[in-house]
């Protein structure tokens, strides 16, 4: 029996029937998946057959927090959704945080799973163990800003905390995001999911308190963990105070910060325009997430006399390249009112930016002309034009709306005329913010990830930030980059996706204690009995779980791999000039991670390691595929 931590119980909710039941947590699955994206991929592979259509009513939508959520634990107000992805058709697990993710817990669930496919637009109203399914016609259409305003008056009860779709997801947009207050569900088309169950939101409010199997044990293990914080050089003295747009002036001094669909990358600086200074004049205080004492989210208030006077908005790091250095934009101002109208309307900021830099090169190529535009001058550094086209796409309206609303993948599907090899994308998720030609890891990740091109699956903090732990790497090399993106996909996804704790105190504070102090908070929380080698064999599992899955879903050994550009044109300027990831290198590390993982050369689980993290199952679908 859980001792704490845990609620013990799984929410299941059936839109075609309408049925409403409660389920008990297996133990057994909290040991061996601890929680979150853990326990997302459990019971996504034990549910959801590789092949499904994702926008069809056999998908379903996983919502899982983990043990930590709701404690005093910091930075642990983080939920896990997981469903198979529209936009890939790979496992498409998102992460968020705010307050959402503790009111679940506090309503007395570790896990809501949402099946089936209401006929009428409806909202799930969670109140602890009352749970109702009730009519949203009148809400479709409404941005989320202000659907979480209409909920929370006709429910009179301000207190609820709401994660719900916008035009975008209605519109079944493969780049739509699921808004909670303004935090998002952000990447992997996720929000097109909910929108094709005709799930207008989830409204929750809970009135519980998550139990402590060893109150002082954990008061150790939480005093251990603030400490460390405490003693990063970054975390309080630079990330609580400038959030993650800090990483601008990291990356361009790498030479790395992508610029113009990575044609131009190391060529042009936009420290000067998207760097600290220029955030710090436009700071309006931070936001925090339940029980943080970081608050790196960093509010931001568009000035000047142009149309983007007054918005506020949080951009963090990935939207500074997204509507900036992708697309050739220096107006910080369109960037802030960009993320705020890609909040309202229900769209993940990257996959949205990479995907108008990806049709702002083919304009300047000439694949895309005047007359495909509708007379629009799409060249990059057109920050009017990239901002008109987030409601285009939202709202999948004809022409370049409908044409882009399904992400640079199915855009050049839709072109043709060579475009693909334009598209910066893995497995149909566009590519992060940082070219990975001058940082192989991390590269390697974004190949190699169950979600796809996702930095955030196996983040190369050694690469990135220099951290030399567990060793120092050369970020140019390609030996070694197989061991050790394996270790950084285990490890975060065990100290991070799964307890639940923000990734950031992985990259800035915990590395080389991260194991340890999962294990402890963990432990002492739950009342179960892990080792930091127990945390490193759950990464391990979850892993390879996920990666048989996506086999069952018909990917192989050669969607690990890059955009042509990646592989044959080298950077042109700056530190990382010269360098690239040729064919042959990619196949070494492709070769080194595949062993150290022990898969065959397909990529493909073998046996043996299958059986040694008890993924019978696992063995069960590949047998059925013929693959062992």
């Excluded at 086209?389 to 993948?409: H, P, Q, V, W």
């Excluded at 955030?456 to 903090?461: P, V």
């Amino acid at each position: 029996m859980l001792k704490g931590g845990y609620m013990g119980k799984i929410l299941r909710v059936n839109l075609t029937t309408k049925k409403i039941t409660t389920e008990e947590l297996p133990e057994k699955i909290a040991k061996d998946y601890i929680g979150g994206a853990g326990f997302g991929i459990k019971y996504l592979f034990d549910e959801v057959p590789g092949d499904v259509d994702p926008l069809g009513e056999e998908n379903k939508l996983i919502f899982a927090s983990g043990p930590l959520s709701g404690t005093s634990a910091p930075c642990a107000s983080r939920i896990a959704l997981t469903t198979k992805s529209p936009l890939t058709g790979a496992v498409g697990m998102a992460l968020s945080g705010g307050y959402f993710p503790v009111e679940m817990k506090f309503a007395g669930y570790d896990i809501l799973i949402v099946e089936g496919e209401s006929e009428e637009p409806v909202y799930l109203w969670i109140k602890d163990d009352k749970v109702s399914i009730r009519p949203a016609k009148k809400l479709w259409g409404i941005n989320t800003f202000d659907t979480q305003v209409l909920i929370k008056d006709e429910l009179n009860e301000q207190n609820a905390r709401i994660a719900c779709i916008g035009p975008a997801g209605e519109n079944l947009s493969k780049m739509a995001s699921i808004i909670n207050e303004k935090r998002a569900f952000g990447r992997k088309g996720v929000g097109a999911v909910m929108g094709s169950k005709n799930l207008k939101a989830i409204a929750i409010r809970g009135t519980g308190k998550v139990p402590i199997a060893n109150e002082q044990a954990f008061k150790e293990a939480r005093s251990f963990m603030l400490s460390a914080m405490k003693k990063s050089a970054h975390l309080y003295p630079q990330f609580s105070k400038l959030g993650t747009p800090m990483v601008v002036e990291v990356t361009s001094a790498l030479g790395i910060f992508p610029s113009e669909n990575y044609i131009t990358t190391g060529e042009k600086n936009y420290v000067g325009d998207l760097g600290v200074e220029a955030s710090l004049e436009r700071a309006k205080g931070s936001e925090h997430c339940y029980g943080c004492p970081v608050g790196c989210s960093q509010m931001k208030l568009a000035r000047g006399s142009s149309k983007y006077i007054s918005a506020l908005s949080d951009p963090e790091y990935e939207t500074y390249y997204s509507f900036g250095g992708e697309t050739g934009v220096r107006n910080l101002d369109s960037i802030i009112f960009a993320d705020q109208l890609c909040d309202k309307l229900g769209l993940d900021t990257m996959s949205v930016g990479v995907t108008i830099g990806f049709a702002m090169e083919l304009f300047e190529k000439g694949i895309l002309t005047l007359e495909d535009t509708d007379g629009i001058d799409l060249k990059f550094g057109n920050h009017e034009v990239m901002v008109d086209l987030i409601t285009e796409i939202a709202y999948r309206r004809e022409g370049l709306g409908a044409l882009l609303c399904d992400g640079s993948k199915a855009a050049s599907e839709k072109i043709g005329k060579g475009s693909g090899k334009y598209a910066m994308h893995v497995k149909g998720l566009e590519f992060p913010a940082y070219d990975p030609r001058g940082a192989k890891a991390h590269g390697l990740n974004y190949a190699t990830s169950y979600t796809g091109a996702d930095h955030n699956r196996g983040y190369a903090f050694q690469e990135i930030f220099g951290a030399p732990f567990p060793k120092a790497y050369d970020r140019f090399a390609a030996q070694g980059k197989g061991w050790l993106t394996k270790w950084n996909q285990d490890i975060r996804c065990a100290t991070t996706d799964c307890p639940t704790m923000c990734g950031f105190l992985m990259d800035m504070a915990l590395p080389d204690v991260a194991q340890k102090n999962t294990a402890d908070m963990v432990s002492s929380v739950s009342g179960l009995s892990l080792t930091p080698d127990d945390i490193a064999k759950i990464g391990e599992r979850v892993n390879n779980l996920a990666r048989t899955f996506n086999i069952a879903a018909g990917f192989t050994r050669a969607d690990d791999t890059f955009p042509e550009r990646i592989l044959t044109e080298p950077i042109k300027g700056g530190p990382s000039k010269g360098h690239y990831i040729s064919r042959d290198e990619l196949k070494e590390m492709l070769d080194e991670y595949y062993n150290v993982r022990n898969w065959t050369m397909d990529g493909i689980p073998t046996r043996e390691k299958l059986t040694e993290l008890g993924l019978e199952n696992a063995i069960t679908t590949l047998e059925g595929l013929g693959l062992i």
